[in-house]
């Protein structure tokens, strides 16, 4: 059996070597998440999978502190070394290929695999949450994105338009088009909520891991943020409609247009926020009863 020592030495050498072998899909990876706001997210997802490791150092201390006095399974380790080569196997066939997901996928699979194989599959139970919570990391896949889009904005739209006749602005509705008296709207790619979407997911799943010994209420808590991201969408397309009614389509391009998507950012971040403050204050109730 290996000391630890040992085990740490070997893992930082075949890690180092996991990051040459990935080095060709790393920089368009960044790419992304610096140049396509839809999965600028991403620059978020290290840190704080980083952050919940960190939380667990105690764990993480303890257990590799024990590893020589516990007993790791020959064959279940080995069984990490498998899923570490054929995801290597996989990386290597797509990237040839040219096809981008697949080998980013193969990336946080490999990384999973290879801690699971240096160190135990009860060291990776420890960290779980944080290893799966790097596939946030994967950029969201322009064809799935395509597919989405469309039945967003449209409920959107159609969400939207009733709330602006309330306060008594004639339109006519369009499919995505709003024709005002003043000018017309067109409810673009960035008013359908993708992007809100994307961020308020990975952030109600960061929030509920916070709330205390109650899954029931932290599914609650990831099942309500595509709700919150939506209607924060809705709200903007309301909010744009009435300003152009008075000030013309000027306050749907540049400036005002992009002040208004960090609002909707904001008003989602406040409004989850807030729901995840409800519920853990219930499940702290609950446990202190």
């Given at each position: 059996m290996l000391s630890t020592s040992s085990l740490i030495i070997r893992f930082i050498i075949l890690f180092v070597l996991?990051?040459?072998t990935y080095y060709p899909?790393?920089?368009?990876?960044?790419?992304?998440?610096?140049?396509?706001?839809?999965?600028?997210?991403?620059?978020l997802v290290p840190l704080i999978a980083g952050f919940f490791i960190y939380q667990k150092?105690?764990?993480?201390?303890?257990?590799?502190?024990?590893?020589?006095?516990?007993?790791?399974?020959?064959?279940?380790?080995?069984?990490?070394l498998f899923i570490f080569i054929v995801s290597l196997c996989i990386y290597i066939l797509f990237f040839?290929?040219?096809?981008?997901?697949?080998?980013?996928l193969m990336l946080i699979l490999s990384l999973i695999s290879l801690a699971w194989y240096c160190f135990g599959l009860s060291l990776i139970n420890i960290i779980l949450f944080p290893m799966l919570f790097m596939f946030f990391m994967v950029p969201v896949p322009?064809?799935?994105?395509?597919?989405?889009?469309?039945?967003m904005k449209t409920f959107a739209t159609n969400m939207a338009v009733p709330m602006i006749k309330i306060f008594g602005i004639p339109l006519v509705q369009e499919g995505n088009i709003i024709h005002l008296t003043?000018?017309?709207?067109?409810?673009?790619?960035?008013?359908?909520?993708?992007?809100?979407?994307?961020?308020?997911?990975?952030?109600?799943?960061?929030?509920a891991y916070m709330i205390k010994n109650n899954n029931y209420k932290r599914?609650?808590?990831?099942?309500?943020?595509?709700?919150?991201?939506?209607?924060?969408?809705?709200?903007r397309i309301?909010?744009?409609?009435?300003?152009?009614?008075?000030?013309?389509?000027?306050?749907?391009?540049?400036?005002?247009?992009?002040?208004s998507g960090y609002l909707v950012f904001i008003f989602g971040f406040i409004a989850l926020l807030l729901l995840f403050n409800l519920l853990n204050k219930e499940s702290n109730q609950d446990g202190s009863e």
């Open positions: 996991l990051l040459c899909i790393i920089p368009g990876l960044v790419s992304v998440w610096l140049e396509d706001s839809n999965n600028s997210h991403g620059l150092r105690h764990d993480l201390k303890s257990y590799i502190d024990n590893m020589g006095s516990l007993k790791c399974g020959f064959w279940t380790n080995s069984l990490g040839v290929g040219s096809i981008d997901l697949v080998p980013r322009d064809s799935f994105i395509g597919i989405i889009t469309l039945p003043t000018c017309t709207l067109e409810v673009a790619e960035a008013c359908s909520g993708i992007r809100s979407l994307t961020s308020m997911l990975m952030l109600s799943i960061f929030l599914v609650i808590l990831v099942l309500l943020s595509p709700f919150i991201a939506i209607l924060a969408n809705v709200l309301m909010g744009t409609g009435i300003l152009a009614n008075s000030y013309g389509n000027r306050v749907a391009r540049g400036y005002v247009h992009d002040v």
